[in-house]
């Protein structure tokens, strides 16, 4: 079992205040760190897109999850994308703007955020294992039409460390769902980014906005401490 019954107890130097967690009851949750949206070819530069902006989230989420592998923690990975018939992409969706392709076209990893195609799959620096729990979703949110909320209550989860791209869309959107579930969210700085640098710091923003509205945030030096801290108490 991940998360043993007993407490490790870790405080994380955060914005706009520290906060003290169980991180026996702590879920690492990686947000859509795919090919499709980080690298040259996929839905992220169909959009006109700076998909190189992305790099900088990979080094700080690889330094956590080694620590959350480390630990034991629960770790939960997410991919956007819809089935090859296209039945649960909103025509909506799937018309909006004027990408070079749309989704579902063919582009050079496969199918545009086609489940199955390569361009879906997670680079492979951040890659699951197979111990560990991938959710694929349809939408922004990690908990729309996914089993997400069923796997955190398994686990006995109360507390999410997020990270992932983009800040501004999947990522807040994630944060405000969990928020609205009851959970508290912790979101990494660093291990998250976006096209647009202004809307990286704008979406932090908002999370941490008048005393934590739907979270705290912490860059992932402060995580380490935390479960490296937690775990040398035990």
Known sequence: MLNSSKSRLG????????????????????????????????????????????????????????????????????????????????????????????????????????????????IPELYPLDSEVVIDKPGKGAFYATELSEVLERYGIENLLVCGVTTEVCVNTTVREANDRGYRCIVISDGCASYFPEFHEMGLKMIKAQGGIFGWVADSVAVLEAMRGSAAGE
Do not use: C
């Open 11 to 122: 405080v994380i130097r955060a914005e706009p205040e520290p906060i003290k967690l169980d991180l026996s009851s702590t879920a690492l949750v990686i947000i859509d760190m795919q090919r499709d949206f980080m690298e040259p070819g996929g839905f992220g530069e169909t959009l006109g897109n700076d998909v190189s902006q992305l790099a900088r989230a990979v080094k700080p989420i690889g330094a956590v999850l080694e620590a959350a592998r480390d630990t034991g923690m629960l770790v939960i990975h997410t991919r956007e994308g819809h089935l090859p018939d296209l039945s649960d992409a909103p025509p909506a969706k799937v018309e909006r703007g004027a990408p070079s392709l749309r989704i579902g076209d063919p582009g050079p990893m496969g199918r545009i955020l086609i489940r199955g195609e390569a361009g879906h799959d997670i």
